[in-house]
């Protein structure tokens, strides 16, 4: 059985790591072209690394013939189920679910309470040395929809609770009961639009949500609402977008866009009403420690053949060659 761990933080930096595997380094490297730290065929887990371009961090995957294990550092991993062709079957892909939550909300939160308190013209306004006063609603008393109530939609009502929020609503896959309330189903997303003052976006990209933000969404969003995406940019259609935002009737704030990174000449830019950050709602000071804590957690169950965490899919015959988002 092969036993090499493949891992994108030096394993030194890691406590808790069990023993038994061999563990290598390799994070691509600067221009992406480091090369591989040992024998492709001889790794068992394979860690993606962060924060690196696509090609970087799918180029050992054709190469990993006895791999039983890939782990992403990502909440989505829609860009790595569709390159998983060469994958023997019976390989588990895992997310980073419990890594990423924490600093999601909290930038999900900040953009919010930035949009509708004006900060982004404050900015300008400072840069300008001119003190420039004016009203701007508050998140208190405000009806916010949750659209994608996994661990991150979770998360983000926790930090919107201390706010007086009026509502949040809450939107998933699925519909079922918590202890905050209901969670609706997709289906009920046009209904609850109409009475939202803030729909924030953090559902996963598949197949069934790209494009769920297109401009049958964004007519049923009332006048003034403000639209926050923390997901992936393809969750919403850019031009129905566009098309609202050039109007004056709704704003956004918006982490991710489609395309990725938006091009400097892109109309998105100037439209009216709308915050940009390039997509920066994992990587913070709360990444590392909860990403060391995952790998360490998930590699001791691998060695001691226990339950994954996080199981997005194994590969196999209905999943090897399969397309995905």
Same mark, same amino acid.
């Given at each position: 059985m092969t036993?090499?761990?493949?891992l994108? %933080?030096p394993?030194?930096? %890691? +406590?808790?790591?069990?023993?038994?595997p061999?563990?290598?380094f390799?994070?691509?490297? +600067?221009?992406?072209e480091?090369?591989?730290?040992?024998d492709?065929?001889?790794?068992?887990?394979?860690v993606?690394?962060?924060?690196?371009? !696509?090609?970087v961090r799918?180029?050992?995957?054709?190469?990993l013939?006895?791999?039983?294990?890939i782990?992403?550092?990502?909440?989505g991993?829609d860009?790595?189920?569709?390159?998983? $062709?060469?994958?023997?079957?019976g390989?588990?892909?895992c997310?980073?679910r419990g890594?990423? +939550?924490?600093s999601?909300?909290?930038?999900a939160l900040?953009l919010?309470?930035?949009?509708?308190?004006? %900060?982004?013209?404050?900015?300008?306004?400072?840069?300008e040395?001119?003190?420039?006063?004016?009203?701007h609603?508050a998140l208190?008393?405000?009806n916010?929809l949750i659209?994608?109530?996994?661990?991150?939609?979770?998360?983000?009502e926790?930090?919107?609770t201390?706010f007086?929020?009026?509502?949040?609503a809450?939107?998933?896959?699925?519909g079922r009961?918590?202890?905050?309330?209901?969670?609706?189903?997709?289906?009920?997303?046009?209904?609850? !639009?109409p009475?939202?003052?803030v729909?924030i976006?953090?559902?996963?990209?598949?197949?069934?949500?790209?494009?769920?933000?297109?401009a049958?969404?964004?007519?049923r969003?009332k006048?003034?609402?403000?639209?926050v995406?923390?997901?992936?940019?393809?969750?919403?259609?850019t031009?129905?977008l566009l098309a609202e935002?050039?109007?004056?009737? %709704?704003s956004?704030? !918006?982490?991710?866009t $489609? &395309?990725e990174p938006? &091009?400097? $000449?892109?109309?998105?830019w100037?439209?009216p009403?709308? !915050?940009?950050?390039?997509?920066?709602g994992? &990587?913070?000071s709360?990444f590392?420690p909860?990403?060391?804590?995952?790998?360490?957690?998930?590699?001791?169950?691998?060695?001691?053949?226990?339950?994954l965490?996080?199981v997005?899919l194994?590969?196999?015959?209905?999943t090897?060659?399969?397309?995905?988002?």
């Amino acid at each position: 059985m092969t036993t090499d761990v493949w891992l994108p %933080i030096p394993p030194k930096e %890691i +406590e808790g790591l069990p023993e038994g595997p061999r563990y290598l380094f390799w994070d691509g490297g +600067e221009d992406g072209e480091q090369e591989f730290p040992g024998d492709p065929a001889d790794c068992a887990v394979y860690v993606v690394p962060y924060m690196k371009p !696509l090609p970087v961090r799918v180029r050992p995957l054709e190469h990993l013939t006895h791999v039983r294990l890939i782990q992403t550092l990502t909440a989505g991993v829609d860009d790595i189920t569709g390159r998983l $062709d060469a994958i023997v079957p019976g390989v588990a892909l895992c997310n980073a679910r419990g890594v990423h +939550e924490a600093s999601t909300a909290e930038l999900a939160l900040t953009l919010t309470l930035a949009s509708l308190r004006g %900060i982004p013209g404050f900015v300008r306004a400072q840069q300008e040395r001119r003190w420039e006063s004016g009203f701007h609603p508050a998140l208190a008393d405000k009806n916010v929809l949750i659209v994608g109530y996994g661990s991150i939609g979770a998360a983000i009502e926790d930090r919107l609770t201390p706010f007086e929020v009026a509502r949040v609503a809450r939107i998933a896959r699925e519909g079922r009961t918590t202890a905050r309330g209901p969670v609706h189903p997709f289906a009920d997303v046009l209904s609850l !639009l109409p009475d939202a003052d803030v729909v924030i976006v953090s559902t996963p990209l598949t197949q069934a949500t790209h494009h769920l933000v297109d401009a049958g969404f964004l007519a049923r969003m009332k006048d003034g609402a403000l639209l926050v995406n923390v997901a992936r940019g393809p969750v919403v259609d850019t031009e129905a977008l566009l098309a609202e935002l050039n109007s004056g009737r %709704i704003s956004a704030a !918006l982490d991710v866009t $489609d &395309p990725e990174p938006l &091009p400097s $000449d892109h109309p998105l830019w100037q439209a009216p009403g709308v !915050l940009i950050s390039p997509h920066v709602g994992g &990587p913070s000071s709360a990444f590392r420690p909860r990403a060391e804590r995952l790998l360490a957690d998930q590699l001791h169950r691998f060695v001691n053949r226990e339950p994954l965490r996080n199981v997005i899919l194994t590969t196999g015959a209905e999943t090897a060659g399969a397309g995905g988002h």
